[in-house]
């Protein structure tokens, strides 16, 4: 069965500083991968996808993650942060022909000025 | 315009009573899902239809029950709600079953007291 990891609950950064969650995932084929983030009291967003061919993907709002088969992840990266991106990170993975997704319990992100 | 819309945003009801909430998407999909997210910001998915059919039942109790009038709904009624029922209720919808990613609406958030 599928599963998906996040092993931080709850990560603080400082605004400007550079941004990784990880995302572990259990799955015996090639997953599809995907990172949303939810603001506070709002829906999921779509942040970036993986499917296949280039592992580094880039995402919306200057996000990018990285698919590592070897090490089974899937983390998520930002350079420098900003203010506005405090919110919750789930990270989720599914496969193909299969209609859902599996979601990781979220990591909480907290910016301090 | 709102993609994947759902409605009411907020419920507040008390045990025993009956209750719909609706969604509706936009963007011509064909599979339109419904998730649970709980109180530990937990996602699990709960149904999934494609093209008006019942793909996914994810041992939901039979107080729960979708219906789908189009492809472009996807209605939840949920019967004799109970506390354990309180949770904020994502609908989320996707092009087709290739597991390709989905698209979240707002969210309902449930009480019951």
């Known amino acids: 069965a599928q599963s998906v990891t996040q092993p931080d609950i709850h990560i603080t950064v400082s605004e400007g500083a550079s941004l990784e969650l990880r995302c572990n995932y259990s799955?015996?084929?090639?997953?599809?991968l995907f990172w949303y983030v939810q603001s506070p009291g709002q829906g999921l967003q779509l942040l970036l996808k993986?499917?296949?061919?280039?592992?580094l993907v880039q995402g919306i709002k200057g996000f990018e993650a990285e698919f590592k088969r070897s090490q089974s992840s899937f983390n998520l990266r930002k350079p420098s942060v900003h203010w506005s991106d405090a919110a919750e990170y789930f990270c989720?993975?599914?496969?193909?022909?299969?209609?859902?997704?599996?979601f990781g319990q979220g990591t909480r992100l907290t910016i301090n000025p | 315009d709102t993609a994947v819309s759902q409605t009411p945003k907020y419920l507040v009801t008390q045990m025993g009573n009956d209750k719909s909430i609706k969604c509706e998407q936009n963007?011509?999909?064909?599979?339109m899902y419904w998730y649970k997210q709980d109180s530990k910001k937990f996602l699990k998915i709960m149904f999934s239809?494609?093209?008006?059919?019942?793909?996914i039942n994810e041992t939901v109790p039979n107080r729960f029950s979708p219906k789908s009038p189009d492809k472009a709904h996807l209605n939840l009624h949920i019967n004799s709600l109970e506390l354990g029922d309180s949770a904020v209720y994502f609908c989320?919808?996707?092009?087709?079953?290739?597991?390709?990613?989905?698209?979240f609406g707002p969210g309902t958030r449930l009480t019951v007291t």
């Open positions: 963007l011509g999909h064909d599979t």
């Open positions: 799955y015996g084929a090639t997953p599809y």
């Open positions: 989720a993975v599914g496969r193909q022909g299969a209609q859902k997704l599996v």
């Open positions: 993986y499917f296949s061919g280039d592992t």
């Open positions: 239809y494609n093209n008006k059919e019942l793909i």
């Open positions: 989320a919808s996707s092009h087709d079953v290739s597991g390709r990613g989905q698209y």
